[in-house]
């Protein structure tokens, strides 16, 4: 079991900058790998960022590549996502989401089997 509370939403201007955080607790970091996603009012949850169990590889939606980073401490059980350049379209509920991989060392953007809370995001113009 892996329990996930994320932190860091809020308002901020267009072109600011924010910084989530997903703090995890359970079974061991390091063979999970971590993703975020986002859910606007009245649209589906989307794909955003993910990271392999290592942190030592990430892929991007497209429409947040160059300005979103995603990165892993497994020493502190945390996973960021430092988002730049922010515009009004990036407001949404952002969730974190966990998924057991023991050894594998992939990106994944489906299946994952824990999630967050989620943490408000509003990007004003």
């Known amino acids: 079991q892996v329990h996930l509370v994320e932190s860091g939403g809020g308002l901020v201007q267009a072109g600011g900058s924010l910084t989530l955080s997903c703090a995890a607790t359970?079974?061991?970091?390091?063979?999970?790998?971590m993703a975020w996603f986002r859910q606007a009012p009245g649209k589906e949850r989307e794909f955003v960022a993910t990271i392999t169990r290592s942190g030592a590889s990430t892929y991007y939606a497209a429409s947040v590549q160059g300005r979103f980073t995603i990165s892993k401490d497994n020493a502190k059980n945390t996973v960021t996502l430092q988002m730049n350049s922010l515009k009004p379209e990036d407001t949404a509920v952002y969730y974190c989401a966990a998924h057991h991989v023991g050894s594998y060392e992939f990106l994944y953007t489906q299946g994952f089997d824990y999630w967050g809370q989620g943490t408000q995001v509003t990007v004003s113009s």
């Open positions: 359970g079974r061991s970091f390091s063979s999970i790998a």
